[in-house]
Structures are given as C-alpha cells and as structure tokens.
C-alpha cells in the first residue's frame, strides 16, 4: 500500500528560527511529490519535485527531493508569523493519478 | 488564489440525507479531482473525472458518486450520511496530459453530520 509519512507532527518556533520539515514516502512507479501549504480550507500549491538532487527555491522556501532515499525536506529559513499553517506533502504515481497525502506537519510560528 | 470555486462553503445534514457539492474548474483545466479531509488528516482521495468519465477511485463505498459536465464543473453526490461523513471536501483541476500537472485546488465545502 502506498504511504506518506511526514515528521513532525507538529512544531512551534519563534519568528526567524529556520524548521526543517520531512516527508518520506513508499510508493510504486513514482512520478512526482508535491508540497502544499494549508492555512485554513484549500491547500496552496508550493513546489512540485520530480528530479532527484535539484532544489526548488521561493523566497525563503526551499525543497529538494532525494529519490534513492526516498524523501523531501522542504525548508523555511526566517520564519514569519504568516508561516504558521498545515504543511502537506503529496505524491503521485503516473500523469493524472491522484495524490496520495501524508498526514501534514501544523507548523505555529510565535512572535 | 486559484480560481476553483466550490460551492456551498459549508452545510448541516442529519443521517441518512443525500448531499450534492458543486466544483468549477480552473479555466483551461480538464480534470478534476476529489478529496475528503477529515479533521486532522490529510486529504483522501475520493475519485477523480476526466472528459465526463470516472478515471480512478479511492478507497470509498458506491454512496460516493460523482458527475463531470461538459464545462468540466463538477459534483459530488453522497448518499445515505453517515456521521463518519463529516469532513472538508476539496476538489482539485489539473490539466491531464502535460508533463507538469499539479494540481490546484478550491477552498473546500465542510459537510457536517447530525
């Protein structure tokens, strides 16, 4: 069976402190896993990863992907109270297929 | 935001009532997706549709059925509630066929069971 898994479950950090956040996942004919940020409803989309090795970056986002290992960190240097949401990481399996969620990392960023 | 609208934002059913939830697309979005968010958890994938065809299901009983129009807009039809029904529904557009194909989704419909 397919499974994400993303640690911690959650975390709180002072503004400006740097988090690290993991998501390692088992899943058969990999495509790609994709980050999202979830504040109140919808879950925004942050970086889709389908290479392994090549960060993504946005602002003080960054992610990277390590498929022989198996798991992505996405990264948040100088955090902001406006950080301070559900982390969800994603993958698929082939062009169209669903996602299959992990169970998101709730990030509380304190002033 | 990513111009999937869902509507209603959120409604109160008892057990054993039938609910309709609606989704439109992003504009040039071939496909959509569905997804139950129970509380604390990530989103399961219910279903999804493409060209008005059901094109892969999760893990959910027949009661979860599904409709796409050809505008692409679609439902979620559920019968017979159970309280364990209660959840954030979330719809998900992508465009099937290109190499990059994430997908967006709109802001969720919360369904309550009495």
């Known amino acids: 069976e397919d499974k994400v898994v993303q640690s911690p479950l959650s975390l709180v950090v002072h503004e400006g402190d740097t988090v690290t956040l993991n998501c390692s996942y088992e899943v058969t004919n990999f495509r790609s896993l994709l980050w999202y940020k979830q504040e109140k409803k919808a879950p925004t989309f942050l970086f889709m990863l389908t290479s392994s090795g090549i960060e993504k970056k946005s602002g003080r986002l960054s992610s990277i992907l390590d498929k022989k290992e198996l798991f992505s960190i996405l990264n948040i240097t100088a955090t902001q109270t406006g950080d301070s949401a559900v982390y969800l990481c994603?993958?698929?399996?082939?062009?169209?297929?669903?996602?299959?969620f992990g169970t998101g990392t709730r990030l509380a960023v304190r002033p | 935001e990513t111009g999937v609208t869902q509507s209603p934002t959120h409604l109160i059913k008892t057990r054993g009532q039938q609910v309709t939830l609606r989704c439109s697309s992003q504009s040039g979005h071939n496909t959509v997706s569905w997804y139950q968010q129970a509380l604390g958890q990530g989103p399961q994938f219910i279903f999804q549709?493409?060209?008005?065809?059901?094109?892969g299901r999760g893990n959910f009983p027949p009661r979860f059925s599904g409709l796409q129009f050809p505008n692409y807009s679609s439902e979620l039809n559920v019968n017979a509630l159970e309280l364990d029904d209660s959840a954030l529904y979330l719809c998900a557009s992508s465009l099937l066929g290109l190499e990059v194909d994430e997908q967006f989704f709109g802001p969720g419909t919360r369904l309550t069971v009495l």
């Open positions: 549709y493409y060209r008005e065809e059901e094109n």
């Open positions: 994603a993958v698929k399996k082939s062009s169209g297929d669903k996602l299959t």
